[in-house]
């Protein structure tokens, strides 16, 4: 039986960051929640609603040409809990078209990342009770126990100046998006 999946956010990559994320803002009142460098690209998270980090992540490194496939960098699906990431990374891995199978922990999500058979990115993720600056990448063992990832992520980011718990950084965006 498969975990309730619900879509949650969109990754696109983009030729010119600075030029898109500023037509989100203007155009569709998207707000910059946090930007950085990762895997050699810049990447800009944007969202609209206090409860998620990002809605639409934007990096760069889009390849020349246009059309379909030119653009997702990502889907992604919010999960329940970690027995629910388990279950997906298992269901995943026993099958022969699914490739590029990782785990991380973002500090703010626990995530599995996977290739569909036409080789778009997928995400399930769940979300930790931190938030922290993004990007951030770390391992992530599925086989401990969830205690034990909940200590190990909280251990990871002990000293991390941007931590602080999710519900302080949710009612930080409410204020900023004008939300009661």
Known sequence: MLPDLKLRHMGMFVWDIDTMS???QDV???LVTDKGFVRDHHVVFLSRDPKSHHQLVMETGR???SGPGYGLQQISFQVGSLNDLRLMHDLVSARDDVTLIQTVDHGNS???YFRDPEVNRVEIYL???WHVEQPYLDQLDLTLSDEA???VTEQRLKDNPSRKPM???Q???SARINLP
């Open 22 to 24: 500023q037509f989100y």
């Open 28 to 30: 569709l009142g998207f």
């Open 63 to 65: 390849p020349a040409g």
């Open 110 to 112: 626990w995530s599995l």
């Open 127 to 129: 979300d930790t009770p």
């Open 149 to 151: 990832i909940h200590q």
């Open 167 to 169: 519900h302080a950084w």
């Open 171 to 173: 009612l930080e965006m």
